[in-house]
């Protein structure tokens, strides 16, 4: 149960994984938003087996959708044409500003913070399920 994590900027796109067990999120790579970003996506879900996208969602402290948010629905929906895994958002507020202050600011800084957003969705989803058992 591996999911792929999401940090959409404009000019780069942080990829993060989780384990085999959807537990903990690590940083994968950043990848150039170019007219390829979609299929370089779907390539890592098929060579890693993602069984969902986790994509960060963007929006101001008040909850309102910020400007990059139009952008991320966009990518959205070219994404669900493109690739046949449940896509789901999670709230993201200044998780590259967390990543910068836990590694310092290097390459990998968005990554770092799709996978800080990646592990807050596999937090809440263990949360659930621990829930329901109980």
Known sequence: ??????????????????????????PKNVLKNTNSLIKEI??????????GVVVGESRNLDGTPNP?????????????????????????????????????????LDASAAAIILQSYLDKKQYKESQATN
């Open 1 to 26: 149960m591996k999911f792929l994590g999401v940090d959409y900027g404009t000019k780069r796109v942080g990829i993060a994984t989780s384990d085999e067990d959807g537990r903990l999120a690590f």
């Open 42 to 51: 779907k390539e890592i879900c098929v060579e890693e087996n993602i069984v």
């Open 68 to 108: 990059l948010m139009k952008n991320i629905d966009t990518f959205m929906e070219q994404t669900k044409k493109e690739i046949d895994v449940p896509l789901y958002f999670e709230p993201e507020f200044f998780t590259s500003h967390q990543a910068q202050k836990i590694q310092g600011k290097n390459d990998m």
